[in-house]
T-cell receptor
Framework: AQTVTQSQPEMSVQEAETVTLSCTYD???????LFWYKQPPSRQMILVIR??????QNATENRFSVNFQKAAKSFSLKISDSQLGDAAMYFC????????????FGQGTRLTINP | DSGVTQTPKHLITATGQRVTLRCSPR?????VYWYQQSLDQGLQFLIQ???????AKGNILERFSAQQFPDLHSELNLSSLELGDSALYFC???????????????FGAGTRLSVL
């Protein structure tokens, strides 16, 4: 069974600084998707970034980028120039490509931004 | 706004009761997924429907059931409620069932269920 592990329950960063959130996963599949979702205090789940496992290039979305290490089964999220609005729970998630694309989530990392 | 609508936003009920949570997917999306977020279990996949048919099941209790109607909205029915069923229930939708690069799941705002 696929599992996703986020080993940092909480992280904090100064506004305008850079922070990296860690995620590891376990799967026997060779093709899959990895995601980072953000859950602010409003509880809405918002997709931040997505990586397709067969793509070697790391995904980027504005201030958000990932470091995808397929052999190590590692998928970290880097947030540059942190802003107060980035404060949220961040969930790493996995899904297969073929078959039912249910999301398997990690436990989450609570990110605090210090002004 | 994700385009996925969930009603009601909050639900307070008593143990032993039955409730129905409703989800309207984004326009054009054929797949609907239900997830439960609780303090002890985290975010867990419950069930997926695609174009009216059940496509995948996760850790969904026998007391829970779901369906997707011809207009593609979905309902999650929770019966014989227990204190431990208190959680945030999310619905997500995507265009397809699987296998497509654009098959991203977009989440509704959730229904917070409190069982007293």
């Amino acid at each position: 069974a696929q599992t996703v592990t986020q080993s940092q329950p909480e992280m904090s960063v100064q506004e305008a600084e850079t922070v990296t959130l860690s995620c590891t996963y376990d799967t026997s599949e060779s093709d899959y998707y990895l995601f980072w979702y953000k859950q602010p205090p409003s509880r809405q789940m918002i997709l931040v970034i997505r990586q397709e496992a067969y793509k070697q290039q790391n995904a980027t979305e504005n201030r958000f980028s990932v470091n995808f290490q397929k052999a190590a089964k590692s998928f970290s999220l880097k947030i540059s120039d942190s802003q107060l609005g980035d404060a949220a729970m961040y969930f790493c998630a996995y899904s297969v490509i073929q078959g039912a694309q249910k999301l398997v989530f990690g436990q989450g990392t609570r990110l605090t931004i210090n002004p | 706004d994700s385009g996925v609508t969930q009603t009601p936003k909050h639900l307070i009920t008593a143990t032993g009761q039955r409730v129905t949570l409703r989800c309207s997917p984004r326009s054009g999306d054929l797949s609907v997924y239900w997830y439960q977020q609780s303090l002890d279990q985290g975010l867990q996949f419950l069930i997926q429907y695609y174009n009216g048919e059940e496509r995948a099941k996760g850790n969904i209790l026998e007391r829970f059931s779901a369906q997707q109607f011809p207009d593609l909205h979905s309902e999650l029915n929770l019966s014989s409620l227990e204190l431990g069923d208190s959680a945030l229930y999310f619905c997500a939708s995507s265009p397809f069932s699987s296998g497509r690069a654009e098959n991203i799941q977009y989440f509704g705002a959730g229904t917070r269920l409190s069982v007293l």
